[in-house]
């Protein structure tokens, strides 16, 4: 499904400012008028006459040129932030006699406001199309985009723009964001008490799949002896990971006092919180949204056009800061048993999981954009000690 740009309305009009070239031929004009007065060449002065009126036929041509040119945009509905959307631009002549000539278009939906797209010449309801591709890299909808046309027709003696805003009807969800511990849908993250290193611990609670290898971290109790005998190698019996009944996505902006907020945290959780989203999605499990930024109205998601109406609830979110934990609470009382709960913050963990109550029926998942920021810091520095391996 694409969408068109609409433009905002009085866009500005510079010009006809006179160019480098321009402001030469004057000079050579007043040079050749003054050199015939002073020597009673009326040939200069002709000559001298001319050139003005050259430049001053050039200067309604300008005038006039870009006058009734359109600009069409044409590009997906929606989009996330990051990735690359094809777009389509459509420049129309004018209706009048002789069209438009050396127009050229800049616009920061394309991703860049120097050379743009350029037409030598737009005959009278001609339509020019130009197909290109662009990345959105910032959340919203529809975003405002700069623009500006510009012609230097003819001859290069003046130039004239014309620039304004377009609103484009795109809504640009947050680019989506898996924390490393939840990309593998069969291992889950435990904290162990080693300075605040998370170590990967196996979920055998599922059904029985089979054999395979040895790995580190796996428990003793579950080394197949028998054959490990016959195998010459060390064997383990592997769980498939259950699922739970039903999945809830929580998220909250509380600050308490001192806490202190790093810089586009908001940004990064709701990246976070898309990741989750779009993970969940893919289980085929009930899942719920709930956050601060939409007054804690629970958002659920049981069919595939649901995941799109979430999304962009995420996309107009705004950053709401508060001090009062207690919908939170209350809303952790409203999830069924049995099932896993997600707790996306800007705000470190040391600040508000402390105050959590315990939740014995549940499986609570706290995230935090600080934490994972230092853990990923101490992964990468981790595998470029042991060069690359795990």
Not at 11 to 23: A, E, K
Not at 29 to 56: Q, S
Not at 208 to 234: N, T
């Amino acid at each position: 499904m694409a969408s068109t740009a609409t433009h905002l309305p009085q866009p500005r009009r510079y010009g006809p400012v006179l160019s480098r070239r321009g402001w030469f031929l004057v000079v050579v004009a007043v040079g050749m008028v003054a050199a015939g007065v002073w020597w009673h060449e009326a040939a200069l002065v002709h000559m001298g006459m001319f050139v003005v009126g050259v430049v001053g036929a050039a200067w309604w041509l300008a005038r006039v040129n870009l006058d009734g040119v359109g600009v069409e945009r044409v590009a997906p509905a929606s989009a996330f932030v990051g990735e690359w959307i094809p777009v389509t631009v459509r420049l129309t002549g004018p209706d009048r006699r002789g069209g438009a000539w050396g127009v050229e278009l800049s616009d920061e939906l394309l991703g860049f406001l120097g050379e743009g797209v350029a037409a030598r010449g737009l005959r009278p309801g001609e339509r020019r199309e130009y197909l290109g591709q662009t990345r959105l890299r910032k959340r919203g909808v529809s975003p405002l985009f700069r623009w500006e046309l510009k012609s230097s027709f003819p001859g290069g003696i003046w130039a004239v723009r014309r620039s304004g805003w377009h609103a484009m009807p795109v809504t640009v969800f947050p680019r989506p964001v898996i924390p490393m511990e939840l990309t593998d849908p069969g291992v889950v993250m435990d904290e162990v008490d080693d300075g605040g290193q998370w170590q990967p611990t196996p979920d055998w609670g599922g059904d029985y799949l089979g054999i395979r290898d040895f790995q580190a971290g796996d428990p003793i109790k579950h080394i197949h002896w028998q054959a490990s005998a016959r195998a010459q190698r060390l064997v383990v019996r592997e769980f498939d990971r259950r699922l739970p009944s039903s999945q809830a996505l929580f998220f909250h902006s509380w600050q308490p006092q001192g806490a202190r907020r790093l810089p586009d945290a908001f940004e990064s959780a709701l990246e976070l919180l898309t990741g989750l989203l779009m993970r969940c999605s893919q289980e085929a499990v009930p899942v719920t949204v709930a956050a601060d930024f939409t007054g804690w109205r629970t958002v659920s998601l049981n069919r595939a056009s649901d995941v799109g109406e979430t999304l962009s609830l995420l996309a107009a979110a705004k950053w709401q800061p508060t001090d009062d934990l207690s919908p939170l609470l209350e809303k952790l009382g409203t999830v069924p048993a049995e099932s896993h709960v997600y707790i996306v913050s800007d705000t470190p963990l040391r600040h508000w999981q402390p105050l959590l109550p315990p939740c014995p029926h549940l499986t609570v998942t706290c995230l935090s954009v600080g934490e994972l920021r230092r853990r990923q810091a101490f992964q990468a520095a981790r595998a470029g000690v042991t060069g690359g391996k795990p």
